[in-house]
């Protein structure tokens, strides 16, 4: 967690079994607990982690016998992570990236209907 983000200022965004995602109203950063994994994003990070993560073919991964396709190495330099994970975290990851996404756009929905409302009235 960011040393500016106090327990106050954090609201969960996504969680599975395997991790969560919050976001700190503060930095307006995301911030993802997967494993060994924690890191901080700003929007624009994440939505970039978010297209590696979803551009990582597991369908011929899995197909494939090689003992070099059971793992996937994710590395995003710029935000410190490098990380080995087996296919199955590598499907889990996705599904917590995946829904940290679909929480994000529901909330700048909801936030713009809303204000748009108010507005009218």
Known sequence: ??????????????????????QCDLT???ILHFGEIQASFRI?????FRR??????IHSRIFDLSDESDYEFV??????????LTLC????????????????????????ILYKDSELV
């Open 52 to 57: 590696l993560i979803n551009a990582i073919d």
């Open 44 to 48: 624009q990070d994440f939505l970039n």
């Open 28 to 30: 307006s950063k995301v």
């Open 75 to 84: 590395e995003a330099p710029k935000l410190n992570i490098y990380h080995k």
């Open 89 to 112: 975290e590598l499907i889990q990851l996705r599904e917590l990236v995946n829904g940290t996404f679909f929480a994000i756009e529901l909330n700048s929905m909801l936030h713009q």
């Open 1 to 22: 967690m960011q040393p500016h983000c106090s327990v106050n200022t954090l609201n969960e965004l996504f969680s599975t079994a395997k991790g969560h995602s919050l």
